[in-house]
T-cell receptor, first 114, second 114 residues
Framework: AAGVIQSPRHLIKEKRETATLKCYPI?????VYWYQQGPGQDPQFLIS???????DKGSIPDRFSAQQFSDYHSELNMSSLELGDSALYFC?????????????FGSGTRLTVV | GDSVTQMEGPVTLSEEAFLTINCTYT??????LFWYVQYPGEGLQLLLK?????DKGSNKGFEATYRKETTSFHLEKGSVQVSDSAVYFC?????????????FGTGTRLTIIP
């Protein structure tokens, strides 16, 4: 079965650079969620999109932005990177915005800021 | 706001021992409850879930019962194996249509020794 695809799997950036993370949801899933997991931490919700509109916002820094495109894939843009942004970034997708509809996580993008 | 309190780790057990990982929650609504497992270097995998009071989620020998009266969702397994070594996250979701973000506990690292 198709899963949530995240790219790249690993990314190394220098401080103050920009990074773009991509998430391709399961076909026919219309909702995407982004989470950030710092080293040894629990995943923290960043932002979500339902039908290409932002549906909720969590602890996402102003330096970060995201959007969901017409094909439902999503991109997380991170600017002016800081060392503290080093983390595992997960994307999850679901149908009709619900955990009863196949809420599935991708394998994550590990971002290292040096 | 919603929160999840999870038993602190790490937990080390011998193979075939009985496992309990405690989880309690605080929520304004009537959440769904989940246990996710994360193996080293991998993403989050749904282990089991329960959507209403007294529901029992089960998978791969793990069980957890949704106890509304004690706001708990403790994870249990009767006989653990080395392959169960991983980090376990308790989580809850609210039920806002089109936006169902997960709130995670801090995770419990489980190590099973032969």
């Amino acid at each position: 079965a198709a899963g949530v695809i995240q790219s790249p799997r690993h990314l190394i950036k220098e401080k103050r650079e920009t990074a773009t993370l991509k998430c391709y949801p399961i076909p026919r899933h219309d909702t995407v969620y982004w989470y950030q997991q710092g080293p040894g931490q629990d995943p923290q919700f960043l932002i979500s999109f339902y039908e290409k509109m932002q549906s909720d916002k969590g602890s996402i820094p102003d330096r970060f932005s995201a959007q969901q495109f017409s094909d439902y894939h999503s991109e997380l843009n991170m600017s002016s990177l800081e060392l503290g942004d080093s983390a595992l970034y997960f994307c999850a997708s679901s149908a009709e915005g619900g955990t009863n509809y196949g809420y599935t996580f991708g394998s994550g993008t590990r971002l290292t800021v040096v | 706001g919603d929160s999840v309190t999870q038993m602190e780790g790490p937990v080390t057990l011998s193979e075939e021992a009985f496992l309990t990982i405690n989880c309690t929650y605080t929520a304004t609504g009537y959440p769904s409850l989940f246990w996710y497992v994360q193996y080293p270097g991998e993403g989050l995998q749904l282990l089991l879930k329960a959507t209403k009071a007294d529901d029992k989620g089960s998978n791969k020998g793990f069980e957890a019962t949704y106890r509304k009266e004690t706001t708990s969702f403790h994870l249990e397994k009767g006989s653990v194996q080395v392959s169960d070594s991983a980090v376990y996250f308790c989580a809850l979701s609210d039920h806002n249509f089109g936006n169902e973000k997960l709130t995670f506990g801090t995770g419990t690292r489980l190590t099973i020794i032969p």
